[in-house]
Every structure is written in structure tokens, then in C-alpha cells.
């Protein structure tokens, strides 16, 4: 993705304190970019966004910014409005080149985040500024939360057979890699790319198997129905019109469904299917890898 000997840029990077953000951060200070680190707080302030953009005189600006809930007012906040803000001073500061970090769920939106993110994405296109659109397959912290679980010996927990979702995850720093690859590379101008790591394509079994054989463990499975996700949201969703807390919680039991069920591919726009063939590779770094420091670390 990204040329022998990048040109520096002048390289403002919004969510550099998150997990892909702070990657992004390391890689583009490796590449000699002058990066400029703008705080979530400074997009919710119009006149301190300006002067930040104003001073920084981006000719590149990236966003890893999104919503830490997905809840919907939440979304709304920042996976809509913060980028919509940052793209208004993209654009008054003079910048070419805007690179969204959004997320590859988006393609069947169910979910109040996808649509926000969806929003700002058309919002993006239609702007008139170079854009790139890059949706990812899930991250390796999506599929890290039962490492200490199988530590301790207990077994890991499947939906179903373990078989009914599909990835091919990608590390953060491959990730930052590929994000800064799109600099200065016009294959990459108005563009919408979805990317995984290096194959094949994963099933939440065959994560936790890779998982025990770092442990050098035995591999011991729990099978847990996405059903429960669906009660719960029905549930909570009775008293989503009096209570915020009802309305939020009930988008979670969504949330938690929705990633149950959902494999994290690129559809295929003839079939609607999820397929893994078509979902493009990028990277070195495997989840077996990423499982063995873990837990080296550990």
C-alpha cells in the first residue's frame, strides 16, 4: 500500500489516543510524517477544532474516531456529528485527502452506529475533498476478551456450534500500515476498502482452538444461544420510550445479537452472502500470533 520512501505530510489524526488511533500515531511518525493529535474534546468545540486545523495546516486528515457504546445518542455524537465537524475544518484549513477509518458491519446496517456511520460516509463522498473509506473485519481485542478465561481453565464460550459468524481479523499495527499506505496513493482516492488480516477466515471455534493450542491446553467449548441477546432486547426495549438507560441497554442486547450472528466479511453484491474469497487480505500478523504474546505477556 505504501510507497518505499513516503513524502512527509502535514498530518492531522483524530482518536490517537484509541487502540487503531494510537497505532496509526506510531506508524506515521516511523514514515516521518508531522502528525498533529487532536483530542476527542476538541471536536466537540468549533472554535478550538478551527484554530487547532488552522495551525496545524493539514494536508491529510484521518479519522479513527468513533462511538465507545454504540449507543444511539452516543453514535449520533461521534461517529456522525465529531466527523462531520472534523470534515467542516478539513476543508477550511485546505486539506486534499480525508481517510475515514469506519467499519466493514456497515454494508448490512442494523444498528444505530452503522447508520451514523453511514451518514457521515455519504456526507464524506459528497463533500468534494479526496476521500478513502477503509472498513476493516474485526480486530484482535474483539476476539482477546476469553484469553484470561482459558487461562484459568475455563472453557471458552461459543454461539451455537461456534461455526455460524466468520472473520479474518487484523492486528492494529497492520491495520496502521494499511491506513497509512493510502497516502499519496491514488488507488486509494475515492475509494471504499474493506480489509481483513491474513487468512483464512476464522470461526469463533477455530479462535478459541487457536487460542487453547497457545495455551497448550486441551480445547473446551460452552455453547451459548444468541436467542438470549434477542429476549433481552425485547425486553428492555418495553421501557425504551421512559428510560434512556432501558433505551441504551436494549441497543446492546442488539449489538450483542447483531455480532452473534453476523460474520464480518465483504458480502458479496451478487448473492448478499458473506464470502470470504472476496474479503481482500492485508498483513503478517496472525490471531495465533497475537494469542501467543498475549499470553507471554500474561
Avoid at 169 to 180: C, E, K, M, T, V
Avoid at 239 to 264: L, N, Q, V
Avoid at 287 to 292: F, K, N, S, V, W
Amino acid at each position: 500500500m505504501s510507497p518505499d520512501r513516503p513524502v512527509p505530510r502535514r498530518i492531522v489524526l483524530a482518536g490517537a489516543s484509541g487502540m487503531i488511533g494510537s497505532a496509526v500515531a506510531a506508524q506515521l511518525a516511523a514514515e516521518g510524517h508531522t502528525v498533529t493529535a487532536l483530542p476527542r474534546a476538541a471536536l466537540a468545540d468549533g472554535a478550538a477544532l478551527a484554530a487547532a486545523m488552522a495551525a496545524a495546516r493539514p494536508e491529510v486528515v484521518i479519522s479513527c474516531i468513533a462511538s465507545r457504546s454504540g449507543a444511539p445518542k452516543d453514535a449520533e455524537a461521534v461517529d456522525y456529528r465529531a466527523n462531520l465537524a472534523l470534515l467542516t475544518a478539513a476543508e477550511a484549513a485546505g486539506a486534499g485527502h480525508f481517510i475515514l477509518l469506519s467499519a466493514i458491519c456497515v454494508q448490512k446496517p442494523l444498528l444505530a452506529f452503522q447508520h451514523a456511520k453511514l451518514r457521515f460516509e455519504a456526507a464524506l463522498a459528497e463533500s468534494g475533498i479526496g476521500y478513502t473509506i477503509i472498513r476493516p473485519t474485526a480486530f484482535f481485542k474483539s476476539l482477546s476478551g476469553q484469553v484470561k478465561r482459558v487461562k484459568a481453565g475455563k472453557p471458552f464460550l461459543i454461539f451455537g456450534d461456534g461455526n455460524v459468524t466468520r472473520c479474518k481479523p487484523i492486528s492494529d499495527g497492520d491495520l496502521a500500515r494499511f491506513i497509512a499506505g493510502c497516502i499519496d496513493n491514488p488507488e486509494a482516492l475515492g475509494k471504499v476498502l474493506p480489509i481483513g488480516g491474513p487468512g483464512p477466515a476464522l470461526s469463533l471455534r477455530d479462535a478459541g482452538e487457536l487460542l487453547f493450542a497457545a495455551a497448550g491446553k486441551a480445547p473446551r467449548f460452552r455453547s451459548v444461544s444468541p436467542a438470549m441477546f434477542t429476549l433481552a432486547g425485547k425486553l428492555l426495549s418495553l421501557g425504551a420510550p421512559f428510560s434512556d438507560w432501558f433505551a441504551e441497554k436494549a441497543e446492546y442486547a442488539r449489538i450483542a445479537h447483531y455480532y452473534a450472528t453476523e460474520s464480518m466479511l465483504l458480502r458479496d453484491p451478487a448473492t448478499g452472502e458473506y464470502s470470504a474469497d472476496l474479503t481482500p487480505e492485508f498483513g503478517s500478523e496472525t490471531l495465533a500470533d497475537h494469542y501467543r504474546r498475549l499470553l507471554a505477556e500474561a
